[in-house]
């Protein structure tokens, strides 16, 4: 069964607005990032909490955190990034979610990076808490921005608390196909799908179904494989070129004055109802 969540953060920063836009669109979870223009991983543990308060008022959970941990280089300092995951393993905690989000380090083909990328996710997996899981996300730049890189990473952790988000475009962007090749590479680990798509000419992301991700292959792989999960959208349509020409984007069209947070929240809709066209053409209701 598939659970939808998203980066509310991409239909504006107000948070109330985005649990406000969550519920009318009936998606019950979201993958917490951006809150009143700060990162999640900016706030105290009490204003945490008041975050959480507000989840629970609206009936909305927390399906990952979409943290930048380990989105630095690997010439950077370690001790203040480890501290700064300390602290949003509390944060999790007190938003009681089970997922947060992690990379594997920028300027990661110099000699000898391999062994710091493994040894700085060995120092986070020692400071993960019982019950929380580390998810993977394969980004362009990062050391595991393709299928054999991300396969490295999870295999050498084998039976730890760290799997793997999977995010097609992400791999369209660096030139591989998502399904079959890097999906069945990858299926053992795979815990959380991020829903985007992007075009392999240009790299542009666009709604799902409507790049080269290969959406509807992708949704019957999961199938396959009876993945009870998120599929959390996180659309990155603000440059979308084809936005114009789509009956959803009707509203903006003829109110170009109103602001960019109404065409945050167009743009949201739009990838929204897209993953829901498709998983109804796919008989997933």
Not at 16 to 30: F, G, P, S, W
Not at 44 to 72: C, D, F, N, W
């Amino acid at each position: 069964m598939f659970y939808l969540s998203g980066f509310a953060d991409e239909i504006c920063d107000h948070f109330q607005t985005q649990l406000e836009v969550l519920a009318d669109l009936n998606i019950h979870a979201i993958e917490l990032r951006g809150v009143n223009g700060q990162n999640l991983s900016q706030l105290s543990l009490e204003e945490t909490k008041q975050i959480h308060e507000m989840l629970t008022q609206y009936h909305i959970r927390v399906s990952a955190l979409g943290s930048p941990l380990g989105k630095i280089s690997l010439q950077d300092d370690f001790a203040p990034h480890l501290d700064l995951f300390r602290h949003m393993m509390q944060q999790a905690q007190i938003l009681e979610t089970s997922y947060v989000r992690i990379f594997s380090f920028y300027d990661a083909n110099a000699e000898g990076a391999r062994a710091q990328v493994m040894d700085r996710l060995e120092q986070f997996l020692r400071c993960t808490p019982g019950g929380i899981t580390l998810l993977h996300e394969n980004e362009k730049g990062i050391y595991g921005d393709t299928a054999e890189r991300c396969l490295d990473i999870l295999s050498y952790f084998e039976g730890t608390p760290l799997l793997a988000t999977f995010d097609p475009a992400n791999l369209i962007q660096v030139g591989e196909p998502s399904v079959p090749g890097a999906f069945n590479l990858l299926k053992p680990y795979i815990a959380y799908v991020h829903v985007k798509d992007a075009l392999y000419q240009t790299g542009e992301v666009v709604p799902a179904g409507m790049g080269d991700a290969a959406w509807p292959q992708l949704i019957e792989a999961l199938r396959q494989m009876q993945y009870k999960g998120y599929l959390s959208l996180e659309p990155h349509l603000a440059d979308f070129t084809g936005f114009q020409g789509l009956e959803l984007a009707e509203d903006i069209a003829k109110t170009p004055q109103k602001a960019d947070k109404s065409r945050g929240e167009s743009l949201f809709r739009l990838a929204a109802e897209k993953l829901r066209q498709l998983l109804k053409e796919e008989e997933i209701q």
